[in-house]
């Protein structure tokens, strides 16, 4: 399974962007979907996470103003982002795991300004 993130930008603080994550190759088995950010010095951080079943957790951060969903194919998953905020600001990277393992795209920068 390979994935691609897109979506990220630069934005102003209260505003608000859509992630996509595509998947290619046989997505049949992956059993959780997630984005993490990783900001420099710190480490990464989970920030939603979908299981196939479709259960949801989102991170205390962002909650309330952040929804994860997928295709029903699971070939994308996507994050959108409101009311965002500098302290979101980070490489959101996005995972699939699986019974052979975990995959990770290589990525995408959000930034935003106060």
């Known amino acids: 399974v390979q994935l691609q993130a897109s979506g990220g930008g630069m934005v102003q603080a209260g505003g608000s962007l859509r992630l996509s994550c595509a998947a290619t190759?046989?997505?049949?088995?992956?059993?959780?979907m997630a984005w993490f950010r990783q900001v420099p010095g710190k480490q990464r951080e989970l920030v939603a996470i979908?299981?196939?079943?479709?259960?949801?957790n989102y991170a205390g951060s962002v909650k309330g103003r952040s929804t994860i969903s997928r295709d029903n194919g699971k070939t994308t998953l996507y994050l959108e982002m409101g009311s965002l905020r500098p302290d979101d600001t980070g490489v959101y990277l996005c995972?699939?795991?699986?019974?052979?393992?975990?995959?990770w795209g290589q990525g995408t920068q959000v930034t935003v300004s106060s």
């Open positions: 190759g046989d997505v049949t088995d992956i059993k959780t």
């Open positions: 979908m299981t196939s079943a479709g259960d949801i």
């Open positions: 995972a699939f795991t699986g019974p052979s393992g975990a995959y």
